[in-house]
């Protein structure tokens, strides 16, 4: 999509996608070992009932399907950050995932030259769980200037 | 660390680790393939000046120093979320990164079974710029309890 094509209450939907335990163990081994991620022996029998994703990696994957989505082919030049985020639920092994992004708002910058998106991420398992909430900003190139971000 | 070692005011330093351009483009090639993230010579004439690491790379680096540092030994359990997230600067290639952790608060959850750790994580680079910081809740185990989360 490109930034003008984005409309305030827009929503837009993005994948199914699913994880594999071997993509949950990979993750967090490279970036957030703790056992309840890499362990599914000891994780069964904790609170968790089971292996659960890093909520890196699920946040991770929720950006993989933006990319595919909303932001392929866009003017896309990074984001500032995330008001707020929240892991309401774990993702588990064969989940299949899917986003729904909310836009708040799309409004150019001051300047004219960047774009301005706010919008709210919202990934869902096959049970219909918020499993990743968060709003973002994210921020599109309008003309050739190269030094406004 | 263990829960109880957690104090409101401590600052904890983790790293310094070093972020390799092979690293910053094999994330983004399996999460956020925008080209900033992937192309270093499409990125070199771009505003960025150059490769940058994805948002969500920077973070599970972050996550990988609270892994091998306070969170060591500990009975983390996870989180339910942030309060906020920033990405003030770029992460490139070569960077070093290390990071600071505030502790907020360290507190027993209603049911005392729960340990509940709000901090504020900051990443710094070489030259001491905040490339990542974010307000993070941590939950930890604080008895045989299974079903508190």
Redesign the interface.
């Known amino acids: 999509m490109r930034f003008n094509d984005f409309r305030a209450g827009q929503v837009l939907h993005c994948g199914p996608m699913k994880v594999e335990q071997a993509d949950i163990v990979g ?1 967090a081994r ?5 056992w ?1 991620h890499t362990d599914p022996i000891r994780a069964r029998s ?3 009932h089971g292996l ?1 994703a ?3 990696h699920t ?3 929720a ?2 399907l933006i ?1 595919e989505g909303p ?1 392929k082919d866009s003017e ?13 639920a ?1 993702v588990r092994p064969g989940d299949e995932l899917h986003l729904e992004a909310e836009v708040i708002s799309a409004r150019p910058s001051s300047s004219g030259r960047t774009g301005v998106l706010n919008w709210r991420w919202k990934l869902l398992n096959q049970s219909k769980e918020i499993v990743l909430e968060l709003e973002a900003t994210s921020l599109f ?1 309008l003309s050739g ?5």
């Open positions: 993750f490279a970036y957030d070992p703790q309840f904790s609170r968790w659960i890093s909520g890196w946040c991770a994957i950006m993989r990319c932001l896309s030049i990074g984001s500032p950050g995330l008001a707020y985020l929240k892991w309401p774990p190139e200037a190269r030094e406004d971000v």
